[in-house]
């Protein structure tokens, strides 16, 4: 079982930026595709951003893409980052990591998940 961690949300202006952090209590995330989902109020929960364990290769939701980049620090237990620049009022909700053993970034499955971390965009 994989326990994740996030952190790094919280309160920011249009603009701004924020670095989410996902960790795996107890392990690494070394061999697993993570992909960052969020939720905003009232709506479904959509992709955001994913980092492959396989080849690297990223990929961004277009509302994020030249905004957002993710990545991986392999030397600190593959903690995956968010880096989230230029924020803006839609980027708004709970950011979620979530860790796929075998699964992929296209299609997932995405087997253990965090609890979230909420992000907000306000003046």
């Known amino acids: 079982q994989v326990q994740l961690v996030e952190s790094g949300g919280g309160l920011v202006q249009p603009g701004g930026s924020l670095r989410l952090s996902c960790a795996a209590s107890?392990?690494?995330?070394?061999?697993?595709?993570i992909g960052w989902f969020r939720q905003a109020p009232g709506k479904e929960r959509e992709a955001v951003s994913c980092i492959s364990n396989s080849d690297g290769s990223t990929y961004y939701t277009d509302s994020v893409k030249g905004r957002f980049t993710i990545s991986r620090d392999n030397a600190n237990n593959a903690v995956s980052y968010l880096q989230m620049n230029s924020l803006k009022p839609e980027d708004i909700g709970i950011y979620y990591c979530a860790a796929a053993h075998v699964g992929n970034c296209r299609s997932g499955p995405f087997d253990y998940w965090g609890q979230g971390t909420q992000v907000t965009v306000t003046v």
């Open positions: 107890e392990s690494t995330l070394e061999h697993y595709t």
